[in-house]
């Protein structure tokens, strides 16, 4: 049985499922980790207006996966270096790197999507259930 929250996501047991259409509207963050209950990482989307360039920051401990969803736009580093990423780009960026983006359209939106965590990959422990066999 799943049920849908007053953001639109429908949650069941051990999953929850939705858009980013439905987590906000207008500039700003969308807060994909609250909504779906992700408790094993943080991670939100941002939709940065035409021109827009946010701050530049770094962390105490999470390093950070940027994906470009939509649009075009600069990640520079802390160390003066720039790079572009067009839809599907993506950058993995230290804790402590100096990071920030900037919207190279002066028309349309741009939408990203940042994975943060620490402490390591997990590995590969998926299992088929009881019954299943591969394809």
């Known amino acids: 049985m799943s049920e849908t929250t007053e953001q639109g996501a429908t949650k069941g047991d051990g999953y929850a499922v939705a858009n980013l259409s439905d987590l906000g509207e207008g500039p700003g963050f969308r807060k994909i980790r609250k909504e779906l209950g992700v408790t094993a990482f943080g991670v939100n989307a941002i ?18 996966l940027y994906f470009l969803h939509s649009g ?37 939106d741009a939408l990203y999507v940042i994975v943060g965590g620490k402490d390591g990959y997990v590995g590969r422990d998926g299992k ?7 394809r």
Request: net charge negative; hydrophobic share 25%.
């Open 128 to 134: 088929l259930p009881e019954g299943e066999t591969r």
């Open 47 to 64: 939709v940065l207006p035409p021109s827009y360039e946010t701050g530049s920051h770094y962390h105490d401990e999470q390093e950070e």
């Open 72 to 108: 075009h736009v600069s990640i520079e580093f802390g160390d003066g270096t720039s790079h572009e990423l067009e839809p599907g780009g993506l950058a993995w960026v230290a804790a402590s790197t100096v990071r920030k983006l900037r919207n190279l359209s002066d028309s349309e």
